[in-house]
């Protein structure tokens, strides 16, 4: 059985929206580096690969369009 994969997504209202598998969440566009650097910090106590993927897809969603 394959991992599922990290979708990480703008909504129009500019949240964003995070889904892995059956999970799914959404939050504001303000905590999205919060939540990168959360997810960083698990890893390096962890070594959860899975956090760093986090980390790295919710820094790749392109910025919002002023």
Do not use: N
């Not at 599922?4 to 504001?28: C, H, M, N, T, Y």
């Not at 106590?45 to 790295?56: H, I, N, V």
Request: hydrophobic share 40%; glycine share 6%; proline share 5%.
């Amino acid at each position: 059985m394959s991992e599922a994969r990290i979708e990480v997504s703008r909504l129009p209202d500019g949240q964003v929206s995070v889904r892995k598998g059956f999970w799914s969440d959404v939050f504001a566009e303000e905590r999205r580096e919060p939540w990168a650097a959360w997810y960083e910090s698990m890893h390096a106590q962890y070594g959860y690969s899975g956090y760093l993927e986090m980390a790295r897809a919710l820094r790749e969603l392109a910025p919002t369009s002023a």
